[in-house]
């Protein structure tokens, strides 16, 4: 064969290729095996949600830990993971970072609460998390710093425990129960013995008391000297969507359930609501 019918052979090939993408109907469709393989690589590490050493990603995606360090060391030239000097454990890199952003500014949710979280923190003088729901719990994804410094590290990417914090207990009293099982179950290992069975009644007389009240407080918990209150905003569905958390220094932060901050909270959480509401429109 020339090279001339090579080329054309190969012009052909591409071209069925793409023909056969495009009709797809009832059949799959081609792809590209390696570029499946690097992508169970990276779904391993999401779903681990922590730094991975080599042979646990190549276990996690099922293949040999050689093959592995082969795609790892494609995916860190890419960006998507980067590996820690000091550890020698993998991570996500820049680049996963800015597509999740990226993806999460799509959101109308997020579109809607960004500015009137800006407003509120600026407002009240406090921190305001925006908290989603992730895979182990509820996630920060978005962090407005303002007026006291605090002592605990809360970031972007920060979860949440479910039954220790203000936060945690507005997604137990609203999420819908397969989604709050699912992050209990990741947050627990597979058991229930994050609220034992004799505090049950008294953990989900708490539940009942926040749905009645629409905001939840922490006061010196999780963290002494540290004190918050979450309220949750509905999407047009009236199904949880975020979480909007105010967090500062115990004794400056005023948590009574009727005060200017919970007052502000809580119409925060009504505007972005109905922000959303009017976006599906």
């Not at 500014?105 to 305001?128: C, M």
């Not at 425990?161 to 137990?172: D, E, I, M, N, Q």
């Not at 609220?195 to 749905?211: C, G």
Request: hydrophobic share 45%; proline share 6%; net charge neutral.
């Amino acid at each position: 064969m020339d090279l001339f019918s090579a080329r054309m052979d190969g012009a052909s090939g591409m071209a069925k290729t793409a023909k056969d993408g495009e009709t797809g109907a009832g059949k799959p469709q081609r792809g590209i095996q390696s570029v499946e393989v690097g992508g169970r690589v990276l779904h391993a590490l999401a779903k681990a949600r922590a730094p991975l050493a080599l042979s646990d990603l190549a276990a996690g995606a099922d293949i040999a830990p050689g093959q592995a360090h082969a795609y790892l060391v494609s995916l860190t030239r890419l960006g998507l993971i980067k590996r820690d000097e000091l550890t020698g454990r993998y991570e996500p890199g820049p680049l996963s970072l800015r597509l999740g952003l990226m993806q999460l500014a799509n959101q109308p949710a997020f579109r809607a609460a960004v500015p009137r979280v800006a407003a509120l923190a600026e407002a009240i003088g406090f921190s305001v998390a925006i908290c989603t729901r992730g895979p182990q719990g509820p996630t920060i994804v978005r962090y407005e710093h303002a007026g006291f410094p605090l002592h605990v590290n809360l970031h972007v990417g920060t979860v949440m425990s479910l039954p220790a914090t203000s936060t945690g207990r507005v997604f137990c009293a609203f999420l819908a129960a397969d989604a709050l099982q699912t992050m209990w179950a990741n947050q627990s290992g597979g058991t229930d013995d994050m609220v034992a069975a004799a505090n049950r009644s008294s953990f989900d007389a708490t539940l009942a008391a926040i749905r009645e009240r629409g905001i939840e407080r922490g006061i010196d918990a999780p963290s002494p000297g540290i004190s918050s209150l979450a309220a949750p905003v509905f999407d047009a569905d009236g199904q949880l969507c975020l979480a909007l958390t105010v967090i500062g220094p115990s004794g400056a932060i005023d948590v009574d359930w009727s005060g200017p901050i919970a007052r502000g909270l809580h119409e925060t959480a009504r505007d972005i609501g109905a922000d959303i509401a009017s976006q599906r429109i």
